[in-house]
């Protein structure tokens, strides 16, 4: 009986399947451009190996991705029905760029590449060039490059497109860049009953950005009602259970309402389980110290 296949690259682990049909999503954008070679090394019940013969594939160097621009990642959360799409292309040996943004429900400002994890905000990369012949759309400028380690924050899922306004000039909507490896949510996070009952103002939001293919977890919580907070944490186990914590958060020097962690190592089987829903994320007060807000992460 087969318990896992392990997925090789070039030799190099890049995932591990322990349930049929035994498949793992994989970012071709990792390596060069050129030609690779793919092999799986399945381990039965008693440990035994067999590698399968090794399939030949060609990668481009292009990472070509589609983000899709909304209010809702932008924290606090303005009000605004506006939408946007970005259709961006980075051939990954030169960083070079390029690429459009088509915006809907706003006269934009300024749209802009930025870095910073979902949740979280960061310096401008590439500022983008209003389309004088096609109203609400914006360009990547001719010769744009990404750095080395602007091309890796790309990698990490810790690139943004932003627009702005004059109604909403820190944002008004705002698309997360997401290559294939990496998964993006945004929990709602709500008062516990103990703390609903006493009919104190709390809530918050937590983003959660996973590396499937790194297996690393970065979170940024942004709360309020709970600047007294004294921990926060990733868990196991749904919102309100009492599973083993899995990370613990930093608070913020300045925003007493933000905590974070960013690039931790966690184990595949820790992916596994946030695939199946199995973490949760809670901030803890001295009055409430299992958790006065929290929220399953999915």
Partial sequence: TVSKVDF???????????????TVMWNSTTVTAGTHMVTGKVTDSVNDTATTPAISFTTTGHAALTVTMTSAQILPTPSSSASGTA?????????AMRGTVTLSGLTATAVTINDGFAGATGPRVITLVANGGTAGEWDVPAGALLTQEQLTALQQGKLYVIATSVANPRG???????????????????????????????????ATTVDTSANTLTIHVNSTGVDDAMAAQVATGAAGSSGPKLIALTKDAVDM???????????????????????????????????????RIE
């Fill in 8 to 22: 090789l690259i070039d030799g190099t682990l890049v995932g591990t399947a322990t349930t049929s049909p035994y």
């Fill in 87 to 95: 259709h961006i292309t980075v051939k990954l040996e030169t960083g």
């Fill in 172 to 206: 008004e909507i705002r698309g997360q860049i997401v290559p294939g490896n990496i998964v993006v949510t945004f929990s709602r996070m709500d008062r516990t009953p103990e703390v609903a009952a006493l009919g104190l103002a709390a809530g918050g939001v937590a």
């Fill in 257 to 295: 309402g933000h905590w974070s962690a960013e690039l931790v190592s966690i184990s595949a089987a820790d992916v596994g389980d946030f695939e199946a829903g199995g973490w949760s994320v809670n901030v803890a007060t001295p009055t409430e110290p299992n958790g006065a807000i929290g929220a």
